[in-house]
T-cell receptor, first 117, second 112 residues
Framework: GAVVSQHPSWVICKSGTSVKIECRSLDFQATTMFWYRQFPKQSLMLMATSNEGSKATYEQGVEKDKFLINHASLTLSTLTVTSAHPEDSSFYIC?????????????FGNGTRLTVT | LAKTTQPISMDSYEGQEVNITCSHNNIATNDYITWYQQFPSQGPRFIIQGYKTKVTNEVASLFIPADRKSSTLSLPRVSLSDTAVYYCLVGDANTGFQKLVFGTGTRLLVSP
């Protein structure tokens, strides 16, 4: 089945630094990928939609200059958390549609645990 | 976007059948119903998807009544490893399931 891979699975960084998270579709092409954030004991919250070859669209309340998204190829989208602060510590998850039929379901990566110290 | 409502939590025992019902009263014609399972510190895992009537795969069944305003995920003979959060989502296939919105999910606890 469709596989979405995220890297790294966890990262610890110091406040003020930037962190890049990669999301790859391993066996299919994804013109659109989605980025979510999940805080402990809470549901996933959609942050932005990543579109190959064009600008990402962000959900209300998500700072586009804070969370930079690049979708330079059909198999890779990256999320960069710029000038990270402790409140950015969270679980970040990407997803992509599995390809093929229009109703192919979304498949999710295994997430990236970001801890900002 | 169709909103979903599920029970916050459910308890069961090993070997029992578990049915989790999801309400989606404003589901649209092009919407599909998809269920995901999530373990702690992992991304959601696809379980099953359907449009109407009944769908069955190797791990679960999905029952959808004619009006499609609700759906029921059925897990036969659960085991301890089925303890997880289960999410019901409704999305428009014509848009490639753009902007899927996650509800609270149902936290299933399976005990020995």
């Amino acid at each position: 089945g469709a596989v979405v891979s995220q890297h790294p699975s966890w990262v610890i960084c110091k406040s003020g630094t930037s962190v890049k998270i990669e999301c790859r579709s391993l066996d299919f092409q994804a013109t659109t990928m989605f980025w979510y954030r999940q805080f402990p004991k809470q549901s996933l919250m959609l942050m932005a939609t990543s579109n190959e070859g064009s600008k990402a669209t962000y959900e209300q309340g998500v700072e586009k200059d804070k969370f930079l998204i690049n979708h330079a190829s059909l198999t890779l989208s990256t999320l960069t958390v710029t000038s990270a602060h402790p409140e950015d510590s969270s679980f970040y998850i990407c997803s992509a549609r599995g390809g093929g039929a229009l109703n192919s379901p979304l498949h999710f990566g295994n997430g990236t645990r970001l801890t900002v110290t | 976007l169709a909103k979903t409502t599920q029970p916050i939590s459910m308890d069961s025992y090993e070997g029992q059948e578990v049915n989790i019902t999801c309400s989606h009263n404003n589901i649209a014609t092009n919407d599909y119903i998809t269920w995901y399972q999530q373990f702690p510190s992992q991304g959601p895992r696809f379980i099953i998807q359907g449009y109407k009537t009944k769908v069955t795969n190797e791990v679960a069944s999905l029952f959808i009544p004619a009006d499609r305003k609700s759906s029921t995920l059925s897990l036969p003979r659960v085991s301890l490893s089925d303890t997880a959060v289960y999410y019901c989502l409704v999305g428009d296939a014509n848009t490639g399931f753009q902007k899927l919105v996650f509800g609270t999910g149902t936290r299933l606890l399976v005990s020995p």
